[in-house]
């Protein structure tokens, strides 16, 4: 644990700093002032003020407040600077223990033309560019201008414009190509808990609306987190400002995909400031309505029988297509409060309350072919459930004097997702169309050719029914106290602090098993809507009382563009009200498949830092420090023994495991400016990323000794070394131009393997319940492998094959550059003067060597042998290419903007063993517009916005020998997926 001591010692030894150098630094005064528009007394948000002559300055906050300690004696000049604005020049005179207080009005750039009002596109875009320019980090920012001028309605849509950040299942943020759950998501600078069974926070259903701006940090300071390797998305909720302010907005929404016209999202929000504008009072709510879901189309690939290999390779045909309809309804609503209050010295109270739920109903149809047979299965996966998201947080800022800065923040955080209903079953059919021996099937475009015919409607299969109960609570105490100092041309900070988050995780789930094609056994409840629907309540169900002859009409004929009229789907109506009836005469849950995947988890990690802040002479700035963090754990988990494929079995054993991986995080960032134009950083930052919360588990489940799973709390932490180095030329003209580089080396990279139990102690590190938890007991109570009265009990599970985690031994390696463009024309002629550009480019590379671990035969009756081996590949969920452009323009009371974004080809699955079935995704891209008119109402406007107006599809892939007159290796489709087009109009009004 962080040494309290020792802690208390550094504290004190930087108030000790700061004493000296205000006793040093009598001759010295203080500066506050705000810094806003000419033209309309709004904030400037990262203005540059600096004493003339010195390095002493400071950046202006987001309400263009600033704070100037130890500002030399007497009269003085401030030049205050923010990229297009004119430059401004302001005389102080400084008294000596005193403070001078000035308002610092800048005219906008364009003033030189004659044109004397700045659009809302470009304010947001300059704050963005001057944020990101007075940073003591690489960040990229997006201001709240941009946010609401494009068509974002998450953060996570809004986060994905900005360099090298791309999507991952829909809602999480990928940056640089590091995998959703290696980065972290904060509001306000408070981590969210997970929304997912892994580490990842989705940010789908938190509103873009609610916030003032989004920072994502590229490189961490000392004082923030160590765990996150790809970078931190901070989400910054607004503050009130002066004035009573309103706004309000709602639309319909239109998807052309699933013709669906039942959509809206509504959002409002008021805010005010109170007692001489001290206590200000921010409060919002949104709810939206989404009935959408994607379009899907899956491919199997089987080696083709008695083909001759092309070029050492057997060739492949399609003997099963599965063609998936989604139809997802998402119910979300959301508020948060705002409250902050100003000290009378200069300090703040902030008390920050956010709440975002979601009422999801979802249902995925599966309509799957067996191409060699002409059978047809009817599939259905069902779930409605809820999930929810709470933050509530107090932070302070105190002043002590002029000689230290005290900072601190309590705060909670939680979230869970639970079941309301879950459950999947299928219903067979034959004789719908002509099976075709393997060889016939070499293309999709040969399915979708196919002519179904009635067939024969067959029984019911299996039936499941689960519930997921997850959540998440995370609670959190952090200090940190800053103290300026000034010695010659050294000026800047020393600033250290502490932090301890206490997280408690679980996960239940419940799932009944019924062997529905056995007919019989019903209770009264389900016989009677048996006999309601005209079923026979004592046979087994069947095809023909379930499906659901007018989706074809309604929506099934608009399926994959209308390539393929789907006729698939299940009547939803009849298999809700059945499964909820007959559940209640199904025995008990399923022993095994029930308590499988539960747990208890408590993470608990202690961290310290110190480091210093420094601006050196005119020309360099240096942030260096180190970062403690202790990372401890206490996980419960079940030794898991099934015995029947419907999931009976027992729970052996529950474990309990303990573990702590300390870990020290250096860190030294510089920032050049040889030249006033030019910014130059470089950086070097150690960060960490944990294991996934089941990954860590001391979790053990056998299938009748047959195949295994092993959870692993020995693995160790990601650690990832990051390089980073970063060209900007800046200027009221060209705005915003950014090169940079950067490299991550991983270590301790945590992958799956596959590995023969018996062998399991050959691989250092890995886990396996202990041997005692694998045997009953005797009848005097204790666990033997022998009992007096009974046989040997062998080792479960002594030869099968087990899944577990390891650290591969193997580094990492990230390598890319960005570009990044950002500006506007006010210099050209009209209507030239109203564009504004964002353009932005990130190419990235990765490789590992992959421990690959797996089985071959010498025969087809000869024992297994295991091979352990290397094989070499690129990073989960790493593009190639990421590129986001977006072009708009103002002109009088209307705005318009066009957005393209373009995301490379991704790797989807790595085989272990053969890189011929590793699985790509295919670049995909997208077009986005929005277009608003003011109305002749003040405060009142009309917008009308086009989401994916290109219906691109997504498409994955592997490398194969299509068909027995294959020449050569080509693309073979293995997934396809059309997501919704969207067409949104509304109204807004806001004061």
């Given at each position: 644990?962080w040494?309290?001591?020792r802690f208390c010692?550094v504290?004190?030894?930087l108030?000790?700093l700061?004493t000296?150098s205000e ?12 810094v ?11 203005a ?11 950046a202006?906050?987001l309400?263009?407040?600033?704070i ?15 990229i297009?604005y004119?430059?401004?020049?302001v ?17 906008w750039?364009?003033?030189?033309t004659?044109e004397v ?14 944020e990101?320019?007075?940073a003591r980090k690489?960040?990229?920012v ?5 946010i609401?001028?494009l068509?974002?309605e998450s ?6 414009r900005l360099?090298g ?7 999480q943020?990928?940056i640089?190509?590091v995998?959703a ?8 600078g408070?981590?969210?808990p997970?929304t997912?069974?892994n580490r ?7 509103s ?6 989004i ?8 004082d923030?987190?160590?765990n996150?390797?790809g970078?931190?998305?901070?989400l ?6 002066e004035g009573?302010h309103y706004?309000?907005?709602v ?19 008021v ?19 989404f009935?959408?879901?994607g ?6 690939w089987a080696e083709l ?11 492949y045909?399609?003997?099963q297509?599965d063609l ?8 979300e ?7 902050d209050?100003r000290?009378p010295?200069r300090?703040?109270l902030i008390l920050?309350?956010?709440y975002?739920a979601?009422e999801?109903?979802?249902?995925s ?8 047979t ?15 998201l709470l933050?509530n ?17 309590l ?6 997702r ?7 079953t299928?219903f ?8 075709q021996p ?21 029984a019911?299969?299996d039936g ?5 109960d997850?959540g998440?609570?995370?609670l959190?105490?952090a ?27 679980d996960?239940?789930l419940l ?10 056994g ?9 006999a309601?629907i005209g ?6 169900l069947?095809?023909?009382?379930f499906?659901?002859s007018?989706?074809?009409d ?11 009229p789907y006729?698939?789907?299940l009547r939803?109506d009849?298999?809700?009200t ?5 559940q209640q005469?199904w ?12 747990y208890?988890?408590?993470e608990?990690?202690?961290a ?9 002479g005119?020309h360099l700035?240096?942030?260096?420090g ?8 206490t996980?419960?988990?079940p030794f ?9 079995g ?20 510089l920032?050049i400016s040889?030249?006033?134009w030019?910014n130059?950083r470089l950086?070097y930052?150690?960060t960490?990323s944990?294991?996934?919360?089941q ?8 299938d ?10 020995n ?7 990051n390089?980073?180095?970063y060209?900007?030329v ?8 950014t090169v940079?580089i950067?490299?991550?080396v ?5 992958r799956p393997i596959?590995?023969q139990?018996r ?11 202990p041997?005692?938890?694998g045997?009953p007991?005797?009848d005097?109570?204790?666990k033997?492998i022998y009992c007096?009265?009974g046989p040997?009990?062998?080792d479960i ?9 390891v ?6 390696y ?10 506007n024309?006010?210099?050209?002629p ?5 564009l ?5 480019y990130?190419?990235?590379r ?12 010498t ?7 295991q091979?352990?081996t ?20 103002d ?8 957005s ?5 080809e ?12 590793d699985?790509?995704?295919?670049a995909?891209y997208g077009?986005d517009?929005s277009?608003r008119?003011r ?7 009309l917008?009308?916005n086009?989401i ?16 027995p007159?294959?020449t ?8 396809m ?6 067409f949104?109009?509304g109204?807004?009004?806001?004061m």
């Amino acid at each position: 644990m962080w040494d309290m001591k020792r802690f208390c010692l550094v504290v004190l030894g930087l108030l000790w700093l700061g004493t000296a150098s205000e006793v040093l630094g009598q001759r010295t005064g203080r500066i506050t002032g705000v810094v806003v528009d000419a033209s309309n007394g709004m904030p400037l948000p990262g203005a540059n003020v600096l004493v003339a002559g010195t390095t002493v300055g400071a950046a202006t906050d987001l309400e263009g407040k600033f704070i100037i300690l130890n500002a030399p004696a007497g009269p003085q000049t401030l030049v205050i600077s923010y990229i297009g604005y004119q430059r401004k020049e302001v005389p102080v005179e400084v008294v000596p223990g005193g403070e001078v207080s000035v308002e610092v009005a800048l005219q906008w750039a364009g003033i030189e033309t004659g044109e004397v009002v700045i659009t809302a596109q470009a304010a947001g875009q300059l704050q963005a560019i001057n944020e990101q320019l007075t940073a003591r980090k690489i960040v990229n920012v997006v201001s709240a201008e941009r946010i609401r001028e494009l068509p974002d309605e998450s953060a996570a849509a809004a986060v994905s414009r900005l360099p090298g950040i791309s999507i991952q299942n829909g809602d999480q943020i990928v940056i640089r190509g590091v995998e959703a759950k290696y980065n972290t998501v904060t509001v306000n600078g408070i981590q969210l808990p997970s929304t997912t069974l892994n580490r990842t926070t989705g940010l789908g259903f938190i509103s873009a609306n609610m916030l003032s701006s989004i920072e994502v940090a590229k490189t961490v300071t000392p004082d923030m987190d160590a765990n996150t390797i790809g970078g931190n998305v901070n989400l910054r909720l607004r503050e009130a400002p002066e004035g009573l302010h309103y706004d309000a907005l709602v639309f319909g929404d239109y998807n052309t995909q699933d013709h669906t016209a039942d959509n809206y999202r509504a959002w409002a929000s008021v805010s005010n400031r109170f007692w001489n504008n001290r206590l200000g009072v921010f409060l919002q709510a949104n709810a939206r309505r989404f009935n959408g879901g994607g379009d899907i189309a899956s491919a199997t690939w089987a080696e083709l029988p008695q083909a001759d290999p092309v070029a050492g390779r057997r060739p492949y045909g399609l003997n099963q297509y599965d063609l998936e309809d989604q139809v997802n309804i998402d119910n979300e609503y959301g508020a948060s409060m705002l409250v902050d209050y100003r000290l009378p010295n200069r300090g703040k109270l902030i008390l920050q309350n956010t709440y975002s739920a979601e009422e999801f109903d979802n249902v995925s149809f599966i309509d799957r072919l067996y191409l060699t047979t002409g059978e047809r299965r009817f599939r259905i996966n069902r779930v409605i459930g809820s999930r929810y998201l709470l933050v509530n947080a107090l932070q302070g800022e105190h002043w002590l004097g002029d000689v230290a800065k005290v900072d601190w923040a309590l705060s909670h955080a939680k979230s869970r997702r639970k079941d309301d209903l879950g459950y999947e079953t299928e219903f067979a059919g034959t004789n719908y169309f002509q099976g075709q021996p393997l060889t016939y099937w070499t293309s999709e475009d040969q399915v979708f050719d196919i002519e179904l015919q009635p067939g024969v409607p067959g029984a019911v299969g299996d039936g499941r029914t689960f519930y997921e109960d997850f959540g998440e609570r995370r609670l959190v105490g952090a200090f940190n106290i800053r103290v300026p100092i000034t010695v010659g041309p050294i000026s800047g900070a020393l600033q250290g602090g502490g932090k301890y988050t206490q997280l408690n995780r679980d996960r239940d789930l419940l799932q009944y098993y019924r062997r529905l094609g056995d007919g019989g056994g019903q209770n009264v409840g389900a016989k009677d809507f048996l006999a309601s629907i005209g079923a026979d309540p004592e046979a087994a169900l069947n095809l023909r009382y379930f499906i659901d002859s007018s989706y074809v009409d309604e929506r099934g004929q608009y399926y994959l563009e209308g390539r393929w009229p789907y006729s698939g789907a299940l009547r939803v109506d009849y298999l809700d009200t059945y499964f909820r009836l007959a559940q209640q005469g199904w025995a008990t849950p399923a022993l095994a498949q029930s308590n499988r995947y539960d747990y208890e988890a408590e993470e608990r990690v202690s961290a310290g830092y110190i480091m210093a802040d420094l601006d050196i002479g005119r020309h360099l700035s240096v942030i260096g420090g180190v970062r403690y963090e202790k990372f401890s754990f206490t996980n419960r988990a079940p030794f898991v023994n099934q015995v029947l494929y419907d999931g009976s079995g027992d729970v052996r054993d529950t474990l309990e495991v303990s573990r702590s991986h300390p870990q020290w995080f250096p860190n030294i960032q510089l920032r050049i400016s040889p030249i006033e134009w030019l910014n130059i950083r470089l950086a070097y930052t150690k960060t960490t990323s944990r294991p996934d919360y089941q990954y860590l588990l001391p979790s053990t489940w056998v299938d009748s000794g047959e195949r295994g799973e092993a959870g692993n709390p020995n693995l160790k932490p990601t650690l990832a070394d990051n390089y980073d180095a970063y060209i900007s030329v800046h200027h009221d003209r060209i705005g915003l131009f950014t090169v940079g580089i950067f490299r991550k080396v991983l270590s301790n990279v945590v992958r799956p393997i596959s590995i023969q139990r018996r062998t399991l102690d050959q691989f250092e590190g890995t886990f396996w319940a202990p041997e005692a938890a694998g045997y009953p007991e005797c009848d005097d109570g204790r666990k033997h492998i022998y009992c007096p009265d009974g046989p040997l009990v062998p080792d479960i599970n002594p030869v099968g094959l087990i899944t577990t985690y390891v650290n591969n031994p193997y580094k990492g390696y990230i390598n890319g550059f960005e570009i990044d463009w950002q500006t506007n024309f006010w210099y050209l002629p009209r209507p030239f003067n109203s564009l504004v550009l964002n353009f932005n480019y990130t190419r990235l590379r990765s490789k590992m060597d992959y421990q690959s671990i797996f089985l071959v035969r010498t025969s087809p009756f000869s024992p297994p042998t295991q091979v352990d081996t290397v094989r070499t590949g690129r990073l989960y969920q790493q593009p190639d290419d990421i590129l986001n452009i977006t072009i708009g323009v103002d002109i009088g009371g209307f705005s318009g903007r066009l957005s393209f974004r373009y995301q490379g080809e991704v790797l989807a699955n790595l085989d272990q063993r053969d890189p011929a079935n590793d699985a790509f995704t295919r670049a995909i891209y997208g077009w986005d517009f929005s277009l608003r008119q003011r109305l002749p109402i003040k405060g009142l406007s009309l917008f009308f916005n086009g989401i994916n107006i290109t219906h691109a599809g997504s498409f994955d892939y592997r490398r194969l020998v299509v068909g027995p007159n294959a020449t050569g290796v080509s693309e073979a489709i293995t997934r396809m997926a059309y997501y919704p087009r969207r067409f949104q109009l509304g109204i807004r009004y806001g004061m």
